[in-house]
């Protein structure tokens, strides 16, 4: 597992590269890995032919003919991360080759194995998480520097277009946590004209955050997409006795957006939404984690501002609450129109569900097995709430 610096008291320092943040991405892994070493080679060709064998049919029996490889060659963490990507990708296509009404009920060992090996590695569950489909699963297909996944579920360009457009809002974020820790270490010295900066910077990243989700319109057909399944229940032969119940990648598990609520001070006033934001973060790499927890110890933006007598920094953190109230009722509107429609759509008919008939549940299920639109209105109104009102 990847060494965690944290800390405990509110005069430390916050060095954000010590919780794994690039100063240019942000939590996205830089210069990830597209290919392991041979031995791994079953493991790779089956990810890269995922859609394939999930519109055939057979992946199950290609799984079921794997080899158990051993995870000792997995020599870096970008190593690690890459297998846990395709082990992942491997293991939602087998739950759900056949759809809603048949998943598969028990991983075999040759897979089940390995996947919780590097899970326990990384400290992430064995289950594909936001941090391997979308921060781990890119890479720079032409010099002109266009974007590629490494691995794609069925759906086409949609899917990559979801996924890829993911990215670039989780890049957006890497300007505004820089004013986080920005903000942190200035109210730690009272440094009010730092603070504002700090402000303005996480208020511009959201406002361009937006601006890329807003890509989502031109890179993702509602009419063919309907999301990645997020949830299952199974097995894991050779691992676990019992099944386990697991959440799969959603924004939700976005560590960047929990950064900023714990900055900002939103405190989630639905206690079934905050407990869910609060689960999301064991589906987390453990450094982001550790930064979230970090950010959360320390006096939050919203009570230093409450105590300052500063009308123009009172301004500027209602304008950045402002824009993550926008960025949240937006987001919303997409998953109306990206899962919810879709999923109804999908009841009536299985044939235009990309993996066979699971769509159906996804209005119901949605960021991780919540209930999309309720878990989402909660956490908008409780955003809301942070803006303060003063006479």
Known sequence: MEDIKTSDTAATHIDLESFGVSKELGFVLENPLTDLPEYYRPWMDLAAEVTHLIEAHQLRDRVKEMPLLSTQYLRSHREQRLAHLALGFITMGYVWQEGQDQPAKVLPKQLAVPYCTVSDLLGLPPILVYADCV????????????????????GGESCKG?????????????TGLKGVAMALNSMRTHDTDRLHEALVMVTQSLRR???????????????????????????YEGVFQEPLQLSGG??????????????????????????????????????????IQTISS??????YVLSASDSHLF??????????????????NTVARYII???????????????????PALDERGTGGSNPLVF???????????LINKA
């Open 135 to 154: 921060l781990a699963n890119w890479k720079l297909k032409d010099p002109s520097k266009n974007l590629d996944t490494v691995f794609t579920f069925p």
């Open 162 to 174: 979801f996924l890829l457009v993911s990215l670039l809002v989780e890049k957006a974020a890497s």
């Open 209 to 235: 955050m937006k601006e890329c989700f807003q890509l989502m319109h031109g890179h993702v057909d509602p009419t063919s997409f309907h999301g990645i399944l997020r949830i299952f229940f199974s097995g």
């Open 250 to 291: 959603s924004a939700a598990q976005s560590s960047a957006i929990q950064c900023f609520d714990a900055l900002l001070g939103v405190m989630q006033t639905d206690a079934s939404a905050g407990a869910f934001l609060k689960h999301m973060h064991d589906y987390m790499p453990p450094a982001h984690r550790a930064l």
């Open 298 to 303: 320390r006096p939050t933006m919203r009570s």
């Open 315 to 332: 301004q500027t953190y209602n304008t950045c609450v402002s824009h993550m109230v926008d960025l949240r009722d937006y987001h919303l």
């Open 341 to 359: 429609v879709p999923g109804n759509r999908a009841r009536a008919t299985a044939a235009g569900c990309p993996l066979r008939g699971a769509c």
């Open 376 to 386: 989402l209105k909660a956490v908008r109104d409780s955003t809301r709430s942070a």
